[in-house]
């Protein structure tokens, strides 16, 4: 049983910051490719950052790239977004989502989602 769990989500003033978490369990972590989504109300799903498995390059959406940091622990089965200087537009629901080559639905696995809300 394939299973993605996000947390670490909440509410954050902007300029603040969170780390959001992703646990898997149910295929083999070390050999997907993770990535973080996020939708906004009214918004599409949009890609936020990847890290692929040979040597954990890392790629961002330009507008994060300068403020989050994608990151993985294959020890821990974990996949982690660190969030800084957030804005209230970062406000939205997060998605962790994992791929493996050849195997599984193309667009992978995804989590339910963790909100991130960024208000004063």
């Known amino acids: 049983q394939v299973q993605l769990v996000e947390s670490g989500g909440g509410l954050v003033q902007p300029g603040g910051s969170l780390r959001l978490s992703c646990a898997a369990s149910?295929?083999?972590?070390?050999?997907?490719?993770l990535s973080w989504y996020r939708q906004a109300p009214g918004r599409e799903r949009e890609l936020v950052a990847t890290v692929t498995i040979p040597g954990g390059s890392t790629n961002y959406a330009d507008s994060m790239k300068d403020r989050f940091t994608i990151s993985r622990d294959n020890a821990k089965k974990t996949v982690y977004l660190q969030m800084n200087s957030l804005k209230p537009k970062d406000t939205a629901v997060y998605y962790c989502?994992?791929?493996?080559?050849?195997?599984?639905?193309?667009?992978?696995?995804w989590g339910q989602g963790t909100q991130v809300t960024v208000s004063s």
């Open positions: 989502n994992a791929r493996v080559r050849g195997v599984g639905p193309s667009a992978g696995y």
């Open positions: 149910g295929f083999i972590f070390s050999s997907s490719v």
